[in-house]
């Protein structure tokens, strides 16, 4: 069974910090991930993708991918009280068509 | 305004009884797909489809039917509901397969 893993937090931050969450995943053909900000009886909304290893900037938020150790992080520059919620990282199936979503990880800045 | 719909929003019914939650998109999609996030286990996907007529089972497809007969419908059919069917469902919509999905609003089930 694939699997992918977050800490479930909460990760608390003050605000005006980087916020770092992370997220490993076991399927080694992966080839595309996300991340989503999900706030309390909303929908998840899609923050970022990357497909290749390295990093990938976009604002506040940079997603950072290393597929040889099978993880990916978000990082969240200059966090503000508007950015708790929870983090949902997610990975494709390789070989379907399939995705796979992490648990998520509970974010609250603290003001 | 591109989005992906949902209905209804908040369901309540009683074990055994048949229903249908809708999906359309309207941003010409190939891809979309059916979630139900439970409370520890995060979002799991139910079922998928590549297109027109092409759908294959998730991770946790056991009491759920699909069809895909238009492009924007992808309707979540619940023949014999169960208790252990409450949950949060969520549909998802993606340009292409392996893709970025948006979310629908999600529809709140509820089986007594």
């Known amino acids: 069974q694939k699997e992918v893993e977050q800490n479930s937090g909460p990760l608390s931050v003050p605000e005006g910090a980087i916020a770092s969450l992370n997220c490993t995943y076991s399927?080694?053909?992966?080839?595309?991930f996300f991340w989503y900000r999900q706030y309390s009886g909303k929908s998840p909304e899609l923050i970022m993708f990357?497909?290749?290893?390295g990093d990938k900037e976009d604002g506040r938020f940079t997603a950072q991918l290393n597929k040889a150790s099978q993880y990916v992080s978000l990082l969240i520059r200059d966090s503000q009280p508007s950015d708790s919620a929870t983090y949902l990282c997610?990975?494709?199936?390789?070989?379907?068509?399939?995705?796979?979503f992490g648990t998520g990880t509970r974010l609250k800045v603290l003001a | 305004e591109a989005q992906v719909t949902q209905n209804p929003r908040y369901l309540i019914t009683v074990t055994g009884k048949k229903l249908t939650v809708t999906c359309s998109q309207n941003?010409?999609?190939?891809?979309m797909s059916w979630y139900r996030q439970d409370p520890g286990l995060g979002l799991r996907q139910i079922y998928y489809?590549?297109?027109?007529?092409?759908?294959d089972k998730g991770d946790v497809p056991e009491g759920y039917k699909v069809s895909r007969k238009e492009k924007r419908n992808f309707p979540l059919i619940l023949e014999s509901p169960s208790p252990n069917q409450t949950s949060l469902y969520f549909c998802?919509?993606?340009?292409?397969?392996?893709?970025?999905?948006?979310f629908g609003p999600g529809t709140r089930l509820t089986v007594l």
């Open positions: 489809s590549m297109n027109v007529e092409v759908t």
């Open positions: 997610a990975v494709t199936v390789s070989g379907t068509y399939k995705y796979i």
């Open positions: 941003m010409n999609h190939e891809y």
């Open positions: 990357i497909y290749s290893n």
């Open positions: 399927d080694r053909g992966s080839q595309s």
């Open positions: 998802a919509s993606s340009p292409n397969p392996g893709g970025s999905q948006y």
